[in-house]
């Protein structure tokens, strides 16, 4: 198994995961995606033991996620993850980065738990989608994703009990109360998800982008 995982809808995350091991490595700076993520993704392959160059590494399949998250940083992730699997000859397999955040999560909950996952959407909103667990390596989206409000998203659960999880839950912890800490992304569990689908019958892993809105910079009117 020589899985690579790359995920840029929080920071730029890198995993590399094969028989021996996973091999990680992160960039949190949520502006420096483009600049830093090639580095990061040959120090993840020759920590794993591989080559540096993604093309005769071996790959079985690269994994990317798919957001929500801002258009820059998240394109930046899809077109690296494309030309990677081009190169590469491998299949090249979306999913909805929420979907890797909320397994994160449910690992450390009971098997009947659910979570709220919220990130920032910045422009004082945040992109959430509501996870049960669907064995012990895949989830099911029960609702989602969105982008509102911290408050409106904190409304619709008021009397559910739910648990809210996810760097959200940071930057408005009022609004957004957890028990569960805002741990970085382990973008390895994209391999996880991924196989189990695979598995059960799985064919669906689009690639499109889930950006929910329009782009913070976009033409005026009048442009042409």
């Given at each position: 198994m020589r899985d690579l995982c790359i995920d840029t809808s929080v920071g730029a995350n890198v995993?590399?995961?094969?028989?021996?091991?996973?091999?990680?490595?992160?960039?949190?700076?949520?502006?420096?995606?483009?600049?830093?993520?090639?580095?990061?993704?040959?120090?993840?392959?020759t920590e794993a033991g591989l080559s540096p160059h993604a093309g005769t590494a071996g790959l079985d399949?690269?994994?990317?996620?798919?957001?929500?998250?801002?258009?820059?940083?998240?394109?930046?992730?899809?077109?690296?993850?494309?030309?990677?699997?081009?190169?590469?000859?491998?299949?090249?397999?979306?999913?909805?980065?929420?979907?890797?955040?909320?397994?994160?999560?449910?690992d450390g909950l009971a098997p009947d738990d659910e979570v709220v996952v919220v990130t920032d959407a910045r422009r004082k909103?945040?992109?959430?989608?509501?996870?049960?667990?669907?064995?012990?390596?895949?989830?099911?989206?029960v609702e989602g994703p969105h982008v509102a409000t911290p408050d409106s998203v904190a409304?619709?659960?008021?009397?559910?009990?739910?648990?809210?999880?996810?760097?959200?839950?940071?930057?408005?912890?009022?609004?957004?109360?957890?028990?569960?800490?805002?741990?970085?992304?382990?973008?390895d569990i994209a391999s996880r998800i991924v196989r189990a689908r695979l598995l059960s019958g799985g064919t669906e892993f689009s690639t499109e982008p889930l950006y929910l809105r329009r782009p913070d910079i976009h033409p005026g009117k009048g442009a042409r």
């Open positions: 995993a590399v995961v094969t028989d021996e091991g996973v091999y990680a490595v992160r960039e949190a700076n949520p502006r420096a995606h483009a600049e830093r993520l090639a580095v990061l993704i040959e120090r993840a392959l399949q690269v994994i990317v996620g798919t957001g929500p998250a801002t258009f820059t940083g998240l394109r930046a992730g899809l077109i690296t993850a494309r030309v990677i699997a081009t190169v590469a000859g491998v299949p090249l397999r979306g999913i909805p980065s929420l979907d890797i955040l909320a397994r994160n999560y449910l909103e945040v992109y959430w989608a509501r996870y049960r667990p669907l064995g012990p390596n895949d989830v099911e989206c409304n619709r659960f008021r009397d559910d009990e739910l648990i809210f999880a996810g760097p959200a839950c940071q930057l408005y912890p009022d609004a957004l109360p957890t028990s569960q800490s805002t741990m970085d992304v382990q973008v």
